[in-house]
């Protein structure tokens, strides 16, 4: 249920201590901006092109323990802008705060039980590749499921 105090909410608290959008669990890539390229690549980040298109890669470099390093400071555009499907509904006032940090340490949770039989799927990338592997080899499906389970999870939760 929905807090009360507010059908419309702008602010990002949902957001802190989660970072999942940044460290690489969410996706493998954001938008840069036009112009942002030498802040980024200045900065360490990857930065990938495909005609009028440019990505910087994840995870991203100032992304720590859920939080942003830079976040009082220039942030890119994207980080600006970027709006989870959770903290979307969040804003929508159809999930409280307190069920959105509950969805993203359920997030952590899987991901967690998922890295420690391989610490390589803490990324997207890398899920995606074992992925393919175990499927082609029906090795390890124990493995095979709780990659499908985290992935299920964040589509439903966080990718749009």
Same mark, same amino acid.
């Given at each position: 249920?929905?807090?009360?105090? @507010?059908? @419309?909410?702008?602010?990002?608290?949902?957001?802190?201590?989660?970072?999942?959008?940044?460290?690489?669990?969410?996706?493998? *890539?954001?938008?840069?901006?036009?112009?942002?390229?030498?802040?980024? =690549?200045?900065?360490?980040?990857?930065?990938? &092109? !495909?005609?009028?298109?440019?990505?910087?890669?994840?995870?991203?470099? %100032?992304?720590?323990?859920?939080?942003? =390093?830079?976040?009082?400071?220039? *942030? %890119?555009?994207?980080?600006?802008?970027? /709006?989870?499907?959770?903290?979307?509904?969040?804003? $929508?006032?159809?999930?409280?705060?307190?069920?959105? /940090? #509950?969805?993203? !340490? &359920?997030?952590?949770?899987? $991901? =967690?039980?998922?890295?420690? #039989?391989?610490?390589?799927? /803490?990324?997207?990338?890398? $899920?995606? &590749?074992?992925? *393919?592997?175990? !499927?082609? =080899? /029906?090795?390890?499906? @124990?493995?095979?499921?709780?990659?499908?389970?985290?992935?299920?999870?964040?589509?439903?939760? %966080? $990718?749009?």
């Amino acid at each position: 249920m929905a807090d009360s105090c @507010s059908n @419309s909410r702008t602010d990002t608290a949902p957001c802190v201590g989660c970072g999942l959008c940044c460290d690489g669990t969410i996706y493998w *890539r954001a938008d840069a901006q036009p112009g942002e390229e030498e802040r980024l =690549t200045d900065a360490g980040l990857e930065v990938i &092109k !495909e005609g009028d298109k440019q990505w910087f890669v994840h995870p991203c470099c %100032f992304s720590k323990d859920g939080l942003c =390093t830079i976040y009082d400071q220039q *942030r %890119f555009n994207v980080c600006h802008t970027f /709006r989870c499907k959770l903290l979307k509904a969040y804003q $929508r006032g159809e999930v409280s705060l307190e069920q959105t /940090r #509950e969805t993203v !340490e &359920k997030a952590v949770a899987l $991901r =967690t039980e998922l890295t420690a #039989e391989n610490p390589a799927a /803490r990324l997207w990338t890398e $899920r995606n &590749k074992l992925r *393919r592997e175990l !499927e082609t =080899t /029906r090795e390890r499906p @124990s493995l095979l499921l709780k990659i499908a389970v985290l992935d299920y999870y964040l589509d439903q939760w %966080f $990718r749009e």
